[in-house]
Every structure is written in structure tokens, then in C-alpha cells.
């Protein structure tokens, strides 16, 4: 799955921006295998989510599982720009309680 | 006024008229369709013929009105096309140019006292149509009466705004003031006139309203005003209410909480769900807040539930024996190797157990070890897994193979024990037939109460015949029998 990611300004974190449109049980394999070494690598990792226009629970599963690996090294996963059709479904699940998630870039970029 | 013209296709255009998979009048006022609401008082203000003109979605709305013999009236039905112009769809109908004729929108109904706008017209006027104000600004409520001839002349768009701009100039048109009409033509519109519904009784004795065969369990919370239709069911540790109506046969599972919303019929709503402001139907969500509508593809999540039918076969799905089968050939090796661990495991007991099946077809006699899967998965924790796989499911697929079991299904019961469960419970085997596995077969012993049997069985019956769920229990199970053949017997 494609992502391009850019470094922060301090070089702490990472943005990264789906290129696809969807995650789902299709691509999310190569999703959490694309993020993985990013997770890694730094503090705080930000998603830009705005090209994504449809998760399906296996790709909720995945954002947890990334949100489970940076807070165990006490690090930083924040979602922001999600479009209205992501939000519903992070709504009805919760999900939108659990993760950090933020209108623009500029605000989780802010937001520490 | 014997006559009325049903246009069931005239919202503004900018919005979907069938966001949630049917036409928007199909949705709910409380316990009935929109639609129903409004035949229903176009025949009691003495309307005998309706004229129905259909617009995009023909089909559910001819099928929901059929003949209109159980309305008390006569329904003629015409189709317009997008493109048509009012006066042109008008003179379709045949109107003579002197009688009234009740005009009604069938998303929008007159809500509260409205005898006067069913009065016979005087004769110096073209019509009446009943209006209500908000923000100084005078709106139509999409209901009026109105003299043929004026109807043939309205060259304007088949849109309520068209004519609304139209009728509001003209003075011989009477325009009683009434209150805001009902309207299901947007989900915001629809939640909104089901609180105004549930609402109008006085505030001290808010709508609390349950449906007959309803299950709720002693861990849900009702908060009212609700509306709760017929045959629902109500998880443990859910919240229902304020605001809420939810439609005939719809499950509601455990920790599901739900404000302000409306459910469809037969609708499922998965487990920890949180709905606020938002009309769920099968797999369709309308959030009224963000003013979106998304399509939820996992069914565990929220999805359509069969419709309970007595009548119907209940022949299960077509694909069950052939995927039976294959799974009967690609784990022949399994079975051998759960042989030799279970092989000192005393064998099942060979006597047969009676199995209802549903469509009250005659019931069927199955060997015990099958009827009662959990008996192999009674003690020696660490191998049982194997022992149920040897005993019960792998003999188990013979039987889904002749048709006789389904792979995800309500648990098996012999017939005297599903006589003795509650109705509600006992109507899941009237139409599913018994399954191999379900979500209750994966849980601990211990985490099994009557609640969470109940709903793994009603769950398997929203299960049962979709192949991704079906992979995916059988994939859980077999995991739990691949640990279980590397661990060795307790002495």
C-alpha cells in the first residue's frame, strides 16, 4: 500500500498520507506493514486521513494496533481531516474516544 | 374531495430520496411507515380514490401500497418522469377543472388539529393549502386542497418548492396557519418528527411504549420517551432512550447505546454500538450530526436480519453442503490426528436426540454427540477442543452435507429443551435451522449465561449463510482445535 510520509519540522515525527481511498481487509496487510518501520522510528507519527473515504473493522483493527505500538513506547499516534463517512464509522464504534484525533494538520501538529 | 393526488417523489432534489436503501417515505413515523401515516389520513378525511404518482423508486412504494384494498380506497398509479413538469403530470390524471382535490407529499404529514384544511373549498376560491411559519418566513406543509383547473395550470417544476414559490403569491388560495407538518424527507427531518411523535403526550407521562413479544434484559436501560415495536430484542447493559424508536424485530445487542435515533425493522445493531442522532436501517447509517450516510459492510456491526417467516422453508443456504464438503475433505487429516489424541477419550454416546427443524418441516433424529455439542467440550480443558472436533464437527459436516444441519447456526437442541425456552428464543428455531457453530461455542463454560446463549443463537441467525462470518467462526474454532492437539491429557 502506498503512504507518503514527511518528517515534522523537528524531526521527531512523521505525517503520513494515504494514497488510496480505502482501508480494508484488502490492503490493510500492506498498510500495517508500510507504517510499521515508520512506527518505529519516531515519537510521533500523525495520519493525514483525509483521502480515505471507507475503513471497514479490519481496518479499525489496524489504526488500534498502531495506536497499541506507539503507546507502549510512550510515543504519539494522532488521526487528523477525517472525512464525515471515516468519522461516522469511528463514531458508532467509539472509536473516536480512544485515539487522537484532530480537525487540520496545523491543530495536531499544535496539539502536543 | 373524494380524490387525492399522492406525490411520492417531490422533495428538493439536492437531497437523496432514498439514502437508506428505500424511499424516504418508507421510513418510520414511530410504528408505521411515513407513508402509511399519510394514506391513512388522506382515507379518513374522506378521500376514496388516490392517485399515486411515482417517481425513482417505483417498486417498494407499489409493492408497500399494493391495490389499496387494506387502506379502504381505490389507488390508481401513474409513473412521472424526471423531467416532467407539473401541469403536464396533471393532466395525466384526468382532473375534472371544478372539484377539489387533496394534494399531498408523501414524506410530509399535517401534524396536530388540521380539519380545516379538508373543508369544502367556496367557490370564488383556487384552493387551500395549509402553511406554518418559522423565522418570520411562511413555509407550505406540502398538503393542500385545490380546484382542478388550478392543478392544470401550474407550469411549473414536480418539485414542493416549485409550487410552494408558486401558491404562496396567489391570493384566491386560502392559507390556514397550522403547525410545522412531519416530514421523513431528510434522517434529520425523520428523528425529528419521531420526537415531536413520541413527545406528544404531556411531559409528565412521556411515550414508554413496548411492542407484544419483546425481550429486554434486566441489564438494559430504558430511558423514555421510546417507542420499543414488536419482537424486539434488547441486550444486556444497553441504553435505550431518550428520543428512541426502534421497528419490529430488530436486536439490539448487549452495550449498544442508543439516543435520539431511530431504528428500522429488522434491523441488527452490533455489540457496544453508540448511535446518536442517527437512523440505522439493515446496513445503512445516517448520521444526522455529521449529515452523512455511510454503507457498514461488516455485519457484526449493523446489518439486515432475516424477517421472521413461518411460512418459508427454511432450506438454509445453498452453499452450506459444498463448502461442507470441501472442508469434510481438506480436514480428513485433522480428523486423523484428533483421533489419536482423543482416542482414550470414552466414545460419544450413540443414542439420538430429536432436532426441531424450522418451517415446522417434520423434525429430525440426530446422534447425541452432534445434538449436544457442548457435552464434548465438558471437561479436560486442554484437549477438549480436539474431543469436540473428533465428535462433534467433524461427524457433524455429514449432516450439513445431507442438508440437515446448517455450519453457522442456533445451537442444536433437542425439541423438549427448545419447547421449554421463551418464545422469543423457541421463534429462532421456527425459522433456522440448528448449526455446527456459532459465537456461544467459542466462549469459556463459564462466561455462558442464558443472555449470552440467547444472543449468540440470534446472532448466528444474522450469520447464518454469509460466507465471510462463516470463515470467520470457522477459522477461530480452528485454531482453538490446532492449540488443543499440542497439549498433552492431565493425568
Not at chain 2, 247 to 258: E, K, T, V
Not at chain 2, 383 to 412: D, I, K, N
Amino acid at each position: 500500500m502506498k503512504l507518503t510520509v514527511e518528517k515534522t519540522d523537528d524531526g521527531q515525527g512523521a505525517i503520513v498520507t494515504f494514497v488510496e481511498d480505502h482501508l480494508d481487509a484488502g490492503n490493510v496487510k500492506a498498510f500495517k506493514d508500510g507504517l510499521q518501520p515508520i512506527l518505529d522510528a519516531h515519537q510521533a507519527v500523525l495520519i493525514d486521513m483525509s483521502p480515505l473515504n471507507f475503513v471497514d473493522s479490519s481496518g479499525l483493527g489496524a489504526l488500534l494496533s498502531c495506536l497499541r505500538a506507539m503507546n507502549k513506547k510512550e510515543g504519539q499516534l494522532k488521526l487528523f481531516a477525517l472525512t464525515k463517512p471515516v468519522q461516522t464509522l469511528f463514531e458508532l464504534v467509539r472509536m473516536h474516544r480512544i485515539f487522537a484525533i484532530y480537525n487540520s494538520r496545523e491543530e495536531a501538529l499544535a496539539t502536543r | 374531495m373524494n380524490t387525492a393526488i399522492l406525490l411520492t417523489d417531490w422533495d428538493d432534489p439536492q437531497h437523496d430520496s432514498a439514502p437508506l436503501g428505500v424511499p424516504n417515505c418508507l421510513l418510520p413515523f414511530l410504528d408505521r411507515p411515513a407513508l402509511q401515516w399519510v394514506v391513512e389520513r388522506l382515507v379518513r378525511s374522506g378521500c376514496t380514490q388516490i392517485h399515486v404518482v411515482l417517481g425513482d423508486h417505483p417498486l417498494p412504494i407499489r409493492a408497500f401500497l399494493e391495490e389499496g384494498a387494506r387502506w379502504g380506497c381505490r389507488l390508481v398509479y401513474h409513473h412521472a418522469g424526471a423531467e416532467e413538469r407539473f401541469g403536464q403530470i396533471m393532466r395525466r390524471l384526468d382532473l375534472a377543472s371544478e372539484p377539489g382535490y387533496v394534494l399531498a407529499n408523501a414524506t410530509r404529514l399535517p401534524f396536530g388539529e388540521d380539519s380545516a384544511l379538508f373543508q369544502a373549498l367556496p367557490a370564488t376560491s383556487s384552493g387551500r393549502a395549509a402553511v406554518w411559519n418559522q423565522d418570520s418566513l411562511t413555509h407550505w406543509g406540502g398538503w393542500g386542497v385545490f380546484t382542478g383547473a388550478w392543478l392544470l395550470a401550474q407550469d411549473v417544476e414536480s418539485r414542493q418548492a416549485a409550487l410552494e414559490a408558486c401558491l404562496l403569491q396567489v391570493e384566491t388560495i386560502e392559507k390556514p396557519l397550522l403547525t410545522m407538518p412531519l416530514s421523513a424527507a431528510t434522517p434529520a427531518a425523520l428523528i425529528e418528527s419521531n420526537r415531536r411523535l413520541l413527545s406528544d403526550g404531556s411531559p409528565e407521562s412521556p411515550m414508554q411504549r413496548i411492542g407484544r413479544g419483546c425481550t429486554t434484559h434486566p441489564g438494559a436501560q430504558l430511558v423514555p420517551p421510546f417507542l420499543i415495536g414488536q419482537q424486539v430484542k434488547i441486550g444486556f447493559g444497553a441504553i435505550i432512550g431518550p428520543e428512541v424508536v426502534i421497528g419490529d424485530g430488530a436486536l439490539i445487542d448487549r452495550d449498544a447505546h442508543l439516543h435520539r435515533s431511530v431504528i428500522s425493522p429488522n434491523t441488527y445493531v452490533g455489540e457496544g454500538l453508540e448511535l446518536e442522532g442517527a437512523v440505522a436501517r439493515e446496513h445503512w447509517l445516517a448520521n444526522t450530526r455529521l449529515d452523512t450516510v455511510i454503507e457498514i459492510t461488516d455485519s457484526h456491526l449493523l446489518s439486515a436480519l432475516p424477517r421472521h417467516d413461518p411460512t418459508a422453508s427454511g432450506s438454509g443456504t445453498a452453499g452450506d453442503p459444498w463448502l461442507a464438503l470441501a472442508l469434510w475433505i481438506v480436514l480428513a487429516p485433522l480428523q486423523t490426528l484428533t483421533y489419536w489424541q482423543a482416542r482414550r477419550d470414552p466414545p460419544p454416546r450413540k443414542t439420538l436426540v430429536t432436532l426441531p427443524r424450522p418451517g415446522g418441516a417434520e423434525p429430525i433424529e440426530i446422534e447425541a454427540s452432534l445434538a449436544n455439542p457442548q457435552s464434548t467440550l465438558q471437561d479436560d480443558g486442554s484437549r477438549r477442543w480436539a474431543r469436540h472436533f473428533h465428535q462433534s464437527f467433524y461427524p457433524g459436516l455429514r449432516e450439513v452435507m445431507r442438508g440437515r444441519l446448517s455450519l453457522v447456526g442456533p445451537s442444536p437442541r433437542s425439541l423438549a429443551e427448545v419447547r421449554e425456552l421463551p418464545e422469543e428464543w423457541r421463534s429462532l428455531y421456527i425459522v433456522s435451522r440448528c448449526g455446527l457453530l456459532n459465537e456461544a461455542l467459542l466462549q469459556p463454560e463459564e462466561a455462558l449465561f442464558p443472555e449470552t446463549r440467547f444472543a449468540s443463537d440470534a446472532l448466528a441467525q444474522v450469520q447464518h449463510g454469509k460466507v465471510g462470518d462463516t470463515l470467520k467462526l470457522l477459522r477461530q474454532y480452528l485454531v482453538r482445535v490446532m492449540r488443543s492437539l499440542g497439549t498433552r491429557r492431565h493425568s
